[in-house]
């Protein structure tokens, strides 16, 4: 099976966007992709780069909308996965929302980022309220897909939340900005999550030059022995394309040992 990672940069033409994203899901479909992801915000630029101000709920957008209804076409017509990222709106709350289209169309769901930071130009508590969904694991036609919206993938258990509940890949949609990512060791923690819980693990990160922040790229895949199969360039627009296994999945040292293992009972005692 081909993953396809949608590399590109946003403008504040939230059209132009648009319609260069749906052009590159048709690419990616044509070219033999059977799941295809983006990165964080893909469609608009990346708002927390200011401090929030005004109704942010009027930049926003509903979920199933006309953004989530033109790739459900796509994932239709082409019998394709699709993993967007968008700012949702949800009555009066507005939310870093990734939904998942089956290769059917259907809108499987919606995965709203859980936790939300706050330091210089990443001034997310002031867009995205925490998530309220969990952390879903969507069985769609191409296999058990969860999301980490970008924050999320630091915290390890929301990382092991996804492979108890099944996880084959884990799609990671980033904003990582240049002299931020790429980094030694954010990639470890890609590799590392991979391979504690046997999952193949796909980030998809942002690139271009915005006002404040140039987002570096280098989108990469991991397999569930953590290593890196493939990492698309710095700077560049692109669709990285992987092939992948899932048959990995279940070979991994996690799913016959680690996740085995486990003593949760030991474990409840320190949650606070």
């Known amino acids: 099976m081909i993953i396809a990672l949608v590399q590109q940069h946003a403008s504040t033409d939230k059209s132009s966007n648009f319609r260069r994203g749906l052009a590159a899901a048709e690419a990616a479909a044509r070219q033999g992709a059977k799941v295809i992801c983006f990165a964080e915000l893909a469609f608009e630029p990346f708002y927390p780069q200011d401090r929030a101000s005004g109704n942010v709920a009027d930049l926003a957008e509903e979920i199933p909308g006309p953004t989530t209804n033109a790739f459900a076409d796509i994932a239709r017509r082409f019998g394709v996965v699709i993993v967007l990222n968008l700012f949702e709106r949800d009555g009066t709350s507005t939310y870093d929302t990734s939904p998942v289209i089956d290769a059917n169309g259907a809108l499987l769901g919606r995965t709203r980022m859980v936790h939300i930071t706050d330091y ?32 999320d993938r630091h915290f390890p ?14 799609v990671v949609p980033q904003a990582g900005s240049v002299g931020e990512w790429p980094d030694g060791l954010y990639e470890a923690e890609m590799r590392v999550a991979a391979f504690q819980n046997g999952y193949f693990t796909a980030l998809c990160n942002r690139v271009g030059k915005e006002p404040k922040l140039e987002f570096a790229g280098e989108s990469f895949l991991c397999d569930p022995h953590g290593s890196v199969l493939a990492r698309a360039g710095k700077g560049t627009d692109e669709i990285l394309f992987c092939p992948i296994d899932l048959n990995q999945v279940h070979q991994s040292h996690a799913r016959r040992l680690f996740l085995r293992d486990r003593r949760p009972e030991v474990y409840e005692s320190w949650r606070k």
């Open 120 to 151: 210089a130009c990443f001034h997310e508590q002031g867009y995205y309220a925490p998530g309220d969904k969990g952390a879903p694991v969507y069985q769609t036609q191409a296999g058990k897909i969860g999301v980490a919206i970008c924050y």
């Open 157 to 170: 258990e929301y990382m092991r939340a996804l492979a108890l509940a099944g996880a084959e890949l884990v």
